[in-house]
């Protein structure tokens, strides 16, 4: 495999280096002219920005929706995108739910680099929440399975994360530095932070790109108590201090680094070096600090939550025919976790837990030329592979305070320590366009995965040694009816191998004491969907509806507390529900419908709605119990969104007002109802109004403010251990040359 990657750069590095020798010897040509790249914020005025993957259920949050909207994570920044619903279950954690799947069930992506690893786990959680949002320069979520182009995992969809590049731009001066810097707060948590960033050029040969940016957020200020569905009872979780709206475990703090260095060998090579450091610290998990059952000192806190990724991207445009366009990415990843389980005022220890996970990885994207006549038959190909592999290092200690001071390791920690994980395959997805009038898209994948992991006799963990070879395929179609009018249908394969965090871990989840299944198999889907895209002048439409079948879907079923395994009787047997993980005997469905509608009105007035609803359910998880089929865990509710916006381009004023709405959701699965996340009988809907305003002079000055939940509501979102920030105003303050 190395030898062909190597083979394919060769030929691709000789085919742009060919004529630069031929003209070594030549009068020197004028530079063909480039186009313009800039990276510091510099919005245009055209808001249609169309998503890469244009033949499928997809959209995009630009730089501009960022500023604007002024999220405070990347999770949060796509709340307003068509079939995404994200669930938090702490103040420093965010998980979206694409087409109601999740967790270890999305794909996230980061400059084309696969950011999911062999620990990432089902419910919400916090790895989406390590991007810094204040380095993207658009967010793609491509809704449906996609594990053709990328890999185990893809089967609700992909997030795919664009960073800022350097803007290198051509002017009179050899070397252009732009400094900038941001400062933000927000009265609900009073998160108070901010950024430094240079961006710097030399000619349009090289350029970098960089920062470094803090932030301390407290409590956060709900707008109240949420309450139950089932007996109008006050919700217990999060705890309420005795104001009634300040929320206790939240908070947490900040600390982030970026570097990003590109080099641009020859008007068809560029290189990137980069480096994106996240440090998270002090974030308790809300759900359990305190559990609702127990005393008010218990309380989990991630004390360190880091994500580092280095990675080297080698770009090569206007190349041979078989590789007009290639990427080749070489990548190191570690992804740390240290966890603290204060037990309370009375007890004599505290539990400590370490995880890490140390991964490498290559990729491999290939674009050929496209042949054929133009305005019959084109045909072009996209080929490529990737592979990464993780190694884990678990451990967990009791710390028995004083006056005994001791520090004593447990036989094992969260995971099996010393596993590995290996994902890799081979893919190809070829395009035809008929009579600039039919597109069609067909291409698969050869996958092969490998799990181990040591066992542990003493605590009766059992090891791993699995190995998978699955091929999927996916292809679709879109017939232009008339100019801006596309009918879209497409049908893809998605798989997910199990990890290794199925496979060896024992935690607690929102649902209670989770313990693993060595045996487990993998996922298979199948998603269907078909749809419109509407593309005029004064509007645009995209809505689809979609169907996504799953053989094999690994959930949670009941699990005897006798079983509890030794080592981990507190936490198994003093749960209030007990859970093993387990293939269902049987096929899951999602079916579900979402979509977007913008409009472009005169006098620089634009409004945009969204709409997005899932139905899912599957085998029971207790055999032969009544009913057979039951909800699927965590599906959202009907939701969705409503913006009107207002622009004077000529003098940079902006102003809008946003609605975010969901309907209640009372469609539980077993593990819910004993979820203490989701109030007894289900989460209320709810509705809420932001206003939004600033001015930008570009590109010197941004002032950006949104006054949330304009009427103080209390709201949560389904599956959430916290509800949503009470009334309050977010700022961020711009300043650069």
């Not at 040969?205 to 949420?226: C, E, N, T």
């Amino acid at each position: 495999m190395s030898r062909s990657i190597a083979r394919v750069v060769c030929l691709a590095v000789l085919a742009w280096l060919g004529p630069v020798l031929e003209a070594s010897s030549a009068p020197p040509a004028p530079r063909p002219a480039r186009a313009r790249r800039t990276a510091r914020t510099v919005v245009p005025h055209d808001l249609r920005v169309k998503p890469e993957h244009s033949t499928r259920a997809a959209s995009v949050v630009t730089r501009r929706d960022l500023e604007e909207r002024l999220p405070r994570s990347a999770p949060d920044a796509l709340r307003f995108e068509p079939g995404v619903y994200v669930q938090q279950t702490a103040h420093g954690q965010g998980s979206p739910y694409v087409r109601g799947l999740t967790g270890q069930q999305t794909i996230m992506m980061f400059d084309g680099i696969r950011l999911n690893n062999s620990t990432f786990r089902q419910g919400p959680n916090q790895y989406f929440f390590t991007i810094d949002s204040r380095t993207v320069q658009k967010l793609e979520v491509l809704r449906g399975s996609a594990s053709t182009r990328y890999g185990s995992d893809a089967m609700g969809g992909a997030l795919l994360a664009t960073p800022i590049d350097p803007s290198m731009q051509l002017g009179a001066r050899k070397w252009q530095v732009h400094p900038r810097g941001m400062w933000r707060s927000a009265t609900a948590d009073g998160e108070l932070g901010g950024r430094a960033q240079l961006d710097l050029s030399y000619k349009d040969k090289l350029g970098f790109f960089g920062g470094v940016g803090y932030r301390d957020v407290s409590l956060l200020r709900a707008g109240g108590h949420i309450y139950s569905l089932a007996d109008g009872r006050e919700v217990k979780t999060p705890l309420f201090a005795a104001d009634g709206v300040t929320q206790k475990g939240t908070g947490f703090k900040e600390l982030t680094a970026d570097a990003r260095l590109v080099w641009q060998a020859h008007n068809k090579l560029r290189v990137t070096f980069a480096y994106y450091d996240y440090r998270q610290s002090d974030a308790p998990r809300t759900d359990r600090c305190p559990p609702a059952t127990a005393p008010q000192t218990e309380c989990l806190t991630y004390d360190e939550q880091y994500r580092t990724l280095v990675y080297t991207a080698l770009d090569l445009r206007d190349g041979p025919a078989f590789a007009e366009r290639l990427r080749f990415t070489v990548n190191y990843q570690n992804q740390h976790e240290r966890r603290r389980y204060d037990r309370g005022a009375d007890s004599t220890y505290r539990i400590i837990g370490r995880d890490e996970v140390y991964t490498g990885g290559t990729g491999l994207n290939v674009r050929t030329k496209e042949w054929g006549p133009a305005g019959k038959l084109r045909f072009s190909l996209n080929y490529g592979l990737d592979l990464y592999h993780d190694t884990i290092v678990s451990k967990a200690w009791n710390l028995y305070l004083p006056p005994v001071n001791i520090l004593s390791e447990g036989s094992r920690g969260q995971y099996l320590n010393g596993g590995k994980y290996l994902s890799s395959g081979l893919w190809t997805e070829g395009t035809f366009k008929i009579f600039d009038r039919l597109e069609l898209r067909i291409g698969g994948r050869g996958a092969f995965v490998t799990a181990n992991a040591p066992g542990d006799p003493k605590t009766l963990s059992a090891g791993v040694d699995k190995r998978w070879a699955t091929a999927v395929a996916g292809g679709g179609a879109a017939l232009r009816l008339v100019d801006g009018v596309k009918w879209i249908v497409n049908l893809d394969q998605g798989f997910r191998a199990p990890n290794l965090d199925d496979l060896t871990s024992r935690q607690q989840t929102g649902a209670g004491y989770q313990g693993e299944n060595p045996n487990l198999g993998p996922e298979k889907s199948l998603a269907l969907e078909s749809g419109i895209r509407v593309e005029r002048r004064v509007f645009e439409l995209a809505l689809f509806g979609y169907r996504t079948a799953i053989d094999g879907l690994i959930a949670r079923a009941p699990l005897d507390k006798a079983n509890c395994p030794p080592g981990f009787e507190t936490g198994c047997a003093g749960s209030t529900a007990t859970y093993v993980l387990q293939n269902l005997a049987g096929r899951s469905f999602i079916r579900g419908f979402d979509g977007a509608l913008r409009l472009f009105l005169p006098a620089g007035v634009g409004m945009r709605a969204t709409i997005a609803y899932a139905w899912g359910d599957g085998p029971n998880a207790v055999p032969g119990a009544t009913p057979s089929r039951v909800p699927l865990s965590r599906v959202p509710p009907l939701n969705g969104t409503f913006e009107v916006s207002w622009r004077a381009p000529a003098t940079g004023f902006y102003a809008a007002t946003a609605l975010r709405w969901a309907r209640k959701q009372d469609r539980l699965a077993i593990s819910d109802v004993d979820d203490q996340r989701i109030p007894y009988g289900g989460t209320p809907g709810f509705a809420v109004v932001d206003l939004r305003a600033g001015y930008r002079w570009q590109p010197h000055v941004l002032v950006a403010a949104v006054l949330e939940n304009l009427a103080n509501a209390a709201y949560r979102y389904h599956g959430s251990s916290i509800n949503g920030p009470g009334r309050g105003l977010n700022l961020l303050l711009e300043f650069g040359f």
